[in-house]
């Protein structure tokens, strides 16, 4: 079985504060690791994601992600939020054997001017 | 641009109707995945289809069903809706081995029923 937790629901931040959106996860096999956004009204885009390689991961919008092995985390981070990064984001992760993605519970990330 | 359209944005249903919910995508995807969002909970899977008239439970497959009889088009049923059915349901797609690390979202359709 696996599974992905983030661990906090909210996290409210002031305009251009930096921003750390936590991951854990837990899988018995090798997985690969992305992050969604999922902006007010509307459905998930994908942000980034760690399929191989290089353990830090960069994506759209300033966004980044390191994979840690070791500790199990897919954190992901920005070093200054706008107000338009208010939304919901999303941990999840596909094992090399299927098709299916085993989602967190998301963080809700409020950014306060 | 890949494109996802459920059907419906918004719903309102009554306890024991039969309830049908629509996903088109655009881009000739072998796979569609139907999933539930509730807050604190996430996106958990219910069914999704690798083909054509092939479909696999997902985690919370009880009291649904799907249909899919073209390639672009999934449908879920709610055979007889109930009141813990109330949810956001999304529609996603995949396309072939490159493609499949990428999930491409619908909109969602917000389900109440009543």
């Known amino acids: 079985a696996q599974s992905v937790t983030q661990l906090d629901s909210q996290v409210p931040v002031f305009e251009e504060a930096p921003v750390e959106l936590r991951c854990n996860y837990s899988?018995?096999?090798?997985?690969?690791l992305f992050w969604y956004v999922q902006y007010p009204n509307q459905g998930l885009q994908l942000l980034l994601k760690?399929?191989?390689?290089?353990?830090l991961v960069k994506g759209i919008n300033g966004f980044e992600a390191e994979f840690n092995k070791s500790q199990t985390s897919f954190h992901l981070r920005k070093p200054s939020v706008h107000i338009s990064d208010t939304a919901e984001y999303f941990c999840a992760l596909r094992n090399n054997a299927g098709n299916m993605l085993t989602f967190g519970g998301g963080t809700r990330l409020m950014v306060k001017p | 641009d890949v494109k996802v359209t459920q059907s419906s944005r918004y719903l309102v249903k009554r306890t024991g109707e039969k309830v049908f919910l629509e996903c088109v995508q655009d881009?000739?995807?072998?796979?569609m995945f139907w999933y539930r969002q509730d807050p604190g909970l996430g996106l958990r899977l219910i069914y999704f289809?690798?083909?054509?008239?092939?479909?696999e439970k997902g985690d919370i497959p009880e009291g649904y069903s799907v249909s899919r009889e073209k390639k672009e088009r999934f449908s879920l049923i709610l055979e007889s809706a109930s009141t813990n059915q109330t949810s956001m349901y999304l529609c996603?797609?995949?396309?072939?081995?490159?493609?499949?690390?990428?999930?491409?979202f619908g909109a969602g359709t917000r389900l109440s029923v009543l």
């Open positions: 899988s018995s096999v090798s997985v690969y």
């Open positions: 996603a797609s995949t396309g072939g081995f490159e493609d499949k690390n990428i999930q491409y």
């Open positions: 760690y399929l191989s390689g290089s353990t």
């Open positions: 289809s690798y083909d054509v008239k092939m479909k």
């Open positions: 881009m000739d995807h072998e796979n």
